[in-house]
């Protein structure tokens, strides 16, 4: 079982940074690929960024390529969104999720076993 909490939500003017962070814990917790999701009002929830369980692989969509950067800190078991050049189009509830060691070649949602409560993140002036 693998339980996750995210964390580092907020209100950003546009161009701002935020970095979000997801804990991990529970048994063989640093051997889950982790990824970060989001859903906006009225959307279907959308893949951001995957990291492999090494750290070694990472993903991105074509939509933050560029301004977001995934890294995971496995003494501490925390997965971190460094999320720059926000926009206003990026405000949703950001998800992180785990599934088994990689991150596999799409984001479905079926792929990740277990989910975080999510963090709002709003960008606005």
């Known amino acids: 079982q693998l339980q996750l909490v995210e964390s580092g939500g907020g209100l950003v003017q546009p161009g701002g940074s935020l970095r979000l962070s997801c804990a991990a814990s529970?048994?063989?917790?640093?051997?889950?690929?982790i990824g970060w999701f989001r859903q906006a009002p009225g959307k279907e929830r959308e893949g951001v960024s995957c990291?492999?369980?090494?750290?070694?692989?990472?993903n991105y969509a074509d939509s933050v390529k560029g301004r977001i950067t995934i890294s995971r800190d496995n003494a501490k078991n925390t997965v971190y969104l460094q999320m720059n050049s926000l926009k206003p189009e990026d405000t949703a509830r950001y998800y992180c999720a785990g599934r088994w060691m990689s991150c596999g070649s799409s984001y479905s949602l079926d792929e990740y076993n277990y989910w975080g409560q999510g963090t709002q993140v709003t960008v606005s002036s």
């Open positions: 990291i492999s369980a090494s750290g070694g692989s990472t």
């Open positions: 529970g048994f063989n917790s640093n051997y889950y690929a």
